[in-house]
């Protein structure tokens, strides 16, 4: 089923509507949304993405993510991507700030990706237990709880390994347990540091908490 985006010019004016496989093919502007959920004033959650995904399988990366859709306001698209993607309802979002993400890469099965995205970027609080979740199977294999101050430290490499609580689910079948992480966990593109994608954000969060 195809899935259609509003388009838009280098500056932000609205051109079109164009099919979500069309606009990344031609590297098309669009909005995207990131859902950032934070559990109390010391926990933040990252997704682990589904490891049958063609890009980053198995990677942690924003709570929950995506595209806003035609007609679509920012508000409505990050309530919709945080219930499609962990199976609850958040309220009272807060943006953080909006940035222009560019990239261009081969994915897994040799096609060209070229994304040009004006990406939105939201906070909300939700303090239910990470059992309460449930997870959209096609895209994530589970959420993970972490100290916002611990990961931060990790992006600004001033520690090597950090401590996590991870909710997993393969086949319907969920379960607790506890990893330590590094890094390499985390998905960041080449062109990017951990800072630049993940810092800037949590050093956002923490000054509204």
Excluded at 52 to 58: E, F, G, M
Excluded at 89 to 113: A, C, G, H, I, W
Aim: aromatic content about 12%; proline content about 2%; some cysteine.
């Amino acid at each position: 089923m195809s899935e259609f985006l509003d388009i838009y010019d280098e500056n932000g004016n609205h051109i079109g509507v164009e099919d979500r496989n069309i606009v990344h093919q031609d590297g098309l502007w669009h909005k995207t949304i990131h859902c950032w959920i934070v559990k109390d004033k010391n926990h933040i959650l990252f997704q682990k993405r589904s490891s049958k995904l063609l890009d980053n399988p198995n990677k942690l990366y924003t709570t929950s993510s995506g595209h806003v859709q035609v007609g679509e306001t920012l508000h409505d698209a990050f309530v919709r991507e945080v219930s499609e993607e962990l199976g609850i309802s958040v309220s009272k979002p807060q943006k953080l700030f909006e940035q222009v993400y560019k990239t261009d890469f081969m994915r897994k099965d040799n096609s060209e990706y070229h994304d040009r995205a004006f990406c939105n970027v939201f906070f909300a609080f939700c303090d239910l237990p990470l059992t309460e979740y449930r997870l959209q199977e096609e895209e994530l294999d589970g959420i993970v709880e972490v100290d916002i101050r611990e990961v931060l430290a990790l992006f600004k490499g001033e520690v090597e390994k950090i401590n996590s609580t991870m909710y997993l689910v393969e086949d319907g079948v969920y379960s607790l347990e506890k990893k330590e992480l590094g890094l390499s966990n985390f998905l960041c593109n080449p062109t990017e540091t951990y800072y630049e994608k993940y810092g800037r954000v949590l050093e956002e969060i923490l000054k509204l908490i």
